[in-house]
């Protein structure tokens, strides 16, 4: 019940209150349920364990309550915030009722802290469900989903613009980056293994002074005999978890480290394959330029030989688009157009023919139909 008992105090800021509580704020604060005292909680449970078969009792210090915090993120909690704190202590028991509802207990406690750097909320359940079953057995993985979705639904009612997180593996399918990812990992080992490792710190002095104090002392019952070797082995202990500690530390920062270079690395080489690409979709719509290009010049009559039998292309506009592909497609647009010059020329004698009457009556009448439309 110790558990329980600290964190009652620490909800309602009636036993020590952390260096990080703006003290100033506490009054903002709300108690939106209070929460059940230990006592209360271990009769609940017992009444709800009593509903299930078991082999043995409840032990004296088996846990009592189940307790769960409501946060935001960076980018929720201004808007979470900008409500009135009436609508928010309401969002705060919607979102609370739901959670306990899905894991089929009950909300014995809820206290809006408003006094550290983001809002949020500490809620209590008992440690046992009506049917006996424990709730650390019911919050499995899968089921641990299923409380963000059903958060975000008893959110949306107060504030729709605060929408479920996407999960690591779905920012990864969808195309983010994995140094985007792995974000919340340095975070963390920035500042919790730190944080341990000064705790672990604090706690090597704390027994370097009572071992100094106990050593200091001219005799030494049998007793003190015994808590100087108790002592000792602490401190040894606490020694050894604290290099361990700073080993995890230095081997996740060499791993983080390792992962963004290679994140980088990666970037780079996508950055060089988007780059060729986009030359070659450049390349690629030049060619169909060209093609149409050489196309309109080739039945407008606006590509032909000069009279030193080099390629002329009357047409600026189309010249430049013709430009970039002359080379692959050059020999081509100058064959039709050859083919284009010939069958006019060849049309032209025709017509001579057909005006002077010397060609035979049936090729007179299909030549009406072929000329119509020449200049006669």
Known sequence: MGRA???????????HIPDYVDQ?????????????PPSALRRVCLAHRANRTTQRAMRSDAAVASCFIITFGKAA?????????????????????????LLGSEVTGLVAHRDET????????PAYRPDGRPLSKVLTPSMAKQVQDVAAQAIADFAPMIVRGKSKTQRIADGEPRSKTIHRS???????????????????EKLQTRITKMRAKEKLTEANVRTLATYERWLSEKLV?????????AGRARAVHAQQAEQAAREIALKEREAAVAIQEQEATAQI???????????EGKVMRGGN??????????????????????????????????????????????????????IIEDGKDLLDGMDP
């Open 186 to 204: 340095v975070q963390q080992l920035h500042s919790d293994l730190p944080k341990e490792i000064s705790e672990k710190a604090a706690e090597v």
């Open 24 to 36: 100033e704020r506490i009054s903002n604060n709300s108690t939106i349920i209070e929460p059940a």
């Open 289 to 299: 330029d060209g093609i149409k290009a050489a196309v309109r010049a080739v039945r």
């Open 309 to 362: 039998g080099r390629p002329k292309i009357t047409d600026a506009a189309l010249a430049a688009l013709l430009r970039p592909v002359w080379r692959s497609i050059g020999p081509l647009v100058m064959a039709l157009a050859d083919m284009r010059d010939e069958m006019a020329a060849g049309l032209l004698r025709f017509r001579d023919l057909f005006r002077r009457n010397e060609l035979q009556p049936e």
């Open 118 to 125: 983001a809002p949020h909320a500490h809620g209590q359940m």
């Open 241 to 249: 978890q604290m290099e361990e500690k700073q080993l995890t530390l």
């Open 5 to 15: 008992k600290s964190a009652r105090h620490h909800d309602l800021r009636t036993g």
């Open 77 to 101: 909690q201004p808007i979470f915030e900008a409500l009135p704190k009436a609508q928010q202590n309401a969002a705060y028991e919607a979102v609370a009722k739901a959670v306990a509802s």
